[in-house]
């Protein structure tokens, strides 16, 4: 079992940046893949971005080039830096973690974002 505990959100002008942050209950480096989610008032939910064990990266079209995702296995924490932030950018974030075995994805509480133009 993992549980995901997510901060770092808050309200903010567009154009601004913020970093979100994601500590699990267990070490980073026993999971699978890890990322960032989010879900805007009446859409479904959406990948931002994911992070493999080893680093790899991979964005969502609508991100890519202004967000960031990082991992540090030694404070089990995911990261996700967000700059040039726009008002679509308006949701709350969900952090996820894959474990191995068994296979299955954990989620956090979420976090709310909030960009006013």
């Known amino acids: 079992q993992v549980q995901l505990v997510e901060s770092g959100g808050g309200l903010v002008q567009a154009g601004e940046s913020l970093r979100l942050s994601c500590v699990a209950s267990?070490?980073?480096?026993?999971?699978?893949?890890m990322g960032w989610h989010r879900q805007a008032p009446g859409n479904q939910r959406e990948l931002v971005a994911t992070?493999?064990?080893?680093?790899?990266?991979n964005y969502a079209d609508s991100v890519q080039g202004r967000f960031t995702i990082s991992r540090d296995n030694a404070k089990n924490t995911v990261y996700l830096q967000m700059n040039s932030l726009k008002p679509e950018d308006t949701a709350v974030y969900y952090c996820?973690?894959?474990?191995?075995?068994?296979?299955?994805?954990?989620w956090g509480q979420g976090t709310q974002v909030t960009v006013s133009s």
């Open positions: 996820n973690a894959d474990t191995y075995f068994p296979k299955k994805t954990y």
């Open positions: 267990r070490s980073t480096f026993s999971l699978n893949n």
């Open positions: 992070i493999s064990r080893n680093g790899d990266t």
